[in-house]
């Protein structure tokens, strides 16, 4: 069964903590914190200090997305701040085995996100040391866009990548533009990890739009 991880970049962010608690009554298994910083997306959200307020609010494992640039000179802080896990873009890390062995050092599982246009292949040679591949089915920088479907054969090409390699365990995570429809294409492809941001807080029962998408 695909683990839900409602994207709090969606949520009302004068009530994060509210929202997160619902998200947990409704039947998330993680909570997906999109960290953005107006460079290497053109949006800025928030850091460590509000990380750290709302990890009061859950038992939930926190899952951070780093879309900024350099992650390697903050990543101290999401640790410090609570992060559970942290995936970092390809494409902002010039070192990335350093990046991703700088996470684990951490002791924490670590994940690579690839944007819409980067290739499975750049992952190959540091296959074996992830934890999660987050394979991005919009470009990042905003909620409610559309899902792109040339990302689907991405995500093919990784799961039976991650066969051949005996490392068939490794999550697949999707983000952007999932809902009811697009988890069913996501999860037949090999996708087991589906964050929503819309398709969840734009919706007032949540507990009903966590279980439409679990296909
Ligand atoms: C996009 C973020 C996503 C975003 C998804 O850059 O990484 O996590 O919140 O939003 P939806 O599910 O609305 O496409
Ligand atoms: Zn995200």
Same mark, same amino acid.
């Given at each position: 069964?695909?683990?839900?991880?409602?994207?709090?970049?969606?949520?009302d962010?004068?009530?994060?903590?509210?929202?997160?608690?619902?998200?947990?009554?409704?039947?998330?298994e993680w909570?997906?914190?999109?960290?953005m910083?107006?460079?290497?997306?053109p949006n800025?959200?928030?850091?460590?200090?509000?990380?750290?307020?709302?990890?009061?609010a859950?038992?939930?494992?926190?899952?951070?997305?780093?879309?900024?640039?350099?992650?390697?000179?903050?990543?101290?802080?999401?640790?410090?701040?609570?992060?559970? %896990?942290?995936? +970092?873009h /390809?494409? @902002?890390c !010039?070192?990335?085995?350093?990046?991703?062995?700088?996470?684990?050092?951490a002791?924490l599982?670590?994940?690579?996100?690839l944007?819409?246009?980067?290739?499975?292949?750049?992952?190959?040679?540091?296959?074996?040391?992830?934890?999660?591949?987050?394979?991005?089915?919009?470009?990042?920088?905003?909620?409610?866009?559309?899902?792109?479907?040339?990302?689907?054969?991405?995500?093919r090409?990784?799961?039976?990548?991650?066969?051949?390699?005996?490392?068939?365990?490794?999550?697949?995570?999707?983000?952007?533009?999932?809902?009811?429809?697009?988890? %069913?294409?996501? +999860?037949? /492809?090999? @996708?087991? !990890?589906?964050?929503?941001?819309?398709?969840?807080?734009?919706k007032?029962?949540?507990?009903?739009?966590?279980?439409a998408?679990?296909?």
């Amino acid at each position: 069964m695909a683990i839900i991880a409602p994207s709090i970049l969606s949520a009302d962010f004068s009530r994060l903590a509210e929202e997160i608690k619902d998200a947990e009554r409704s039947g998330a298994e993680w909570v997906h914190v999109d960290v953005m910083d107006g460079h290497f997306v053109p949006n800025l959200t928030f850091g460590p200090p509000v990380i750290k307020a709302i990890r009061k609010a859950t038992d939930l494992p926190f899952d951070v997305h780093l879309m900024i640039e350099k992650p390697e000179l903050s990543l101290a802080d999401y640790v410090a701040a609570g992060a559970d %896990r942290i995936t +970092v873009h /390809a494409e @902002a890390c !010039v070192h990335l085995h350093r990046v991703v062995h700088m996470i684990k050092e951490a002791g924490l599982p670590a994940g690579v996100a690839l944007n819409p246009a980067t290739p499975v292949s750049v992952l190959e040679p540091i296959l074996d040391d992830l934890d999660l591949i987050l394979i991005m089915t919009v470009n990042p920088g905003f909620g409610g866009q559309k899902f792109i479907s040339q990302t689907l054969q991405k995500i093919r090409t990784l799961r039976s990548l991650l066969k051949e390699r005996g490392r068939g365990h490794v999550h697949i995570q999707v983000d952007g533009g999932i809902n009811p429809e697009t988890a %069913r294409l996501v +999860v037949e /492809a090999g @996708a087991d !990890v589906l964050v929503a941001g819309s398709a969840v807080f734009d919706k007032q029962d949540r507990a009903a739009a966590i279980a439409a998408l679990r296909p």
